[in-house]
């Protein structure tokens, strides 16, 4: 699986948008972008995915660059409890069962 | 839809002891995780299931960690004897089999070795 790189730590104000950034240069063909955040003594807990088309669900958005070397997960609206631990992953999809590496993570709180 | 279950939630224990973790996955979900995460760091995956049969367990320390899932449901991972570097909070994940496989997290058991 590809690398990711993500900053280690960022703020952002309660009610405004938060831009996490994550960048995957080395990213295949058929490697999909997964987001995961992890909140304090909590599991992973799945956000989003996309293999090349931008996404958007209830909780979140995901902007792939035409090139898929970088993407961003945007949280629209951040609240107190999106405090968390956020992972960029990519992985082979479709396939039953790819594991998922987890790197650092970026560490964001929100703040009121 | 009830989701991934774990226990004990926290368990204490000396060094040279054993210890088992008990998951029970979302029902219907045919491959099953083992994840280790350390103070600080991301998890990491230690045995991947799917139904009874191991499909990846290369970064399991087979001199005294093992793990089951005998009749393809419930899971057990078991450390014997642990040592104190085994401290880590130790999640359980399932997914189905279907296009997304989205892997769905347990709350984790967090074991102190002393």
């Known amino acids: 699986d590809a690398k990711t790189t993500q900053p280690t730590s960022m703020d952002c104000a309660e009610g405004r948008a938060a831009n996490l950034p994550c960048n995957h240069s080395?990213?295949?063909?058929?490697?999909?972008v997964y987001w995961y955040r992890q909140i304090h003594s909590q599991g992973p807990q799945y956000i989003i995915h996309g293999l090349k088309n931008n996404e958007t669900n209830e909780m979140a958005s995901l902007i792939i660059t035409e090139d898929r070397k970088s993407s961003t997960l945007i949280l629209p609206h951040a609240t107190l409890r999106d405090t968390a631990v956020y992972y960029c992953i990519v992985r082979v999809g479709g396939a039953a069962g790819n594991k998922l590496t987890f790197g650092g993570g970026t560490r964001v709180l929100v703040k009121p | 839809e009830a989701g991934v279950a774990q226990s004990p939630r926290y368990k204490i224990i000396e060094k040279r002891q054993s210890v088992a973790f008990w998951c029970n996955p979302i029902s219907g979900h045919a491959t099953l995780y083992w994840y280790q995460q350390i103070l600080g760091q991301g998890p990491k995956l230690l045995i991947q299931?799917?139904?009874?049969?191991?499909?990846?367990d290369s970064q399991l320390p087979k001199d005294r960690f093992s793990a089951e899932r005998l009749k393809g449901v419930d899971s057990t991972l078991k450390i014997q004897p642990a040592k104190l570097e085994d401290s880590a909070v130790y999640l359980c994940a399932s997914s189905s089999t279907g296009h997304t496989d989205t892997q769905y997290f347990g709350p984790g058991t967090r074991l102190t070795v002393l």
């Open positions: 299931f799917q139904n009874n049969g191991v499909v990846d």
């Open positions: 080395t990213i295949s063909g058929n490697e999909y």
